[in-house]
């Protein structure tokens, strides 16, 4: 149990790494509103229903991932990347903050 809170703290300050090199897009508007650009998109376990379905009709077919961070509440992600609150995020899914992300996460 320890080493998976371990790995959801390095993610989120990957994530807080990867907004301050101007890399991450941050909630619904500019995550769904990126349509040519494969992603990687990581979201809170209490993002709500209608977001993951936009999310949903994101993800088919257009060649972007998405990770849930378990345990983590839209105010913690947003904390850690300086917001608010935000239920997704996402980053280019060929940067090294992608593959470093997926290997944290899985």
Do not use: W, Y
């Not at 149990?1 to 619904?28: F, K, P």
């Not at 709500?48 to 839209?74: D, N, T």
């Amino acid at each position: 149990m320890e080493g998976r809170v371990d790995g959801h703290d390095r993610a989120l300050s990957l994530l807080g790494l990867a907004r301050r090199a101007g890399l991450l897009l941050i909630g619904q508007d500019d995550v769904l509103g990126e349509p040519k650009q494969r992603l990687f998109i990581v979201r809170t376990e209490d993002c709500s229903p209608s977001v993951l379905r936009k999310v949903e009709r994101k993800l088919a077919g257009s060649g972007s991932v998405c990770f849930v961070i378990k345990g983590v509440s839209r105010e913690r992600l947003g904390r850690s990347i300086g917001v608010n609150s935000a239920q997704i995020a996402a980053l280019p899914i060929e940067s090294g903050f992608a593959k470093n992300l997926s290997e944290l996460l899985q």
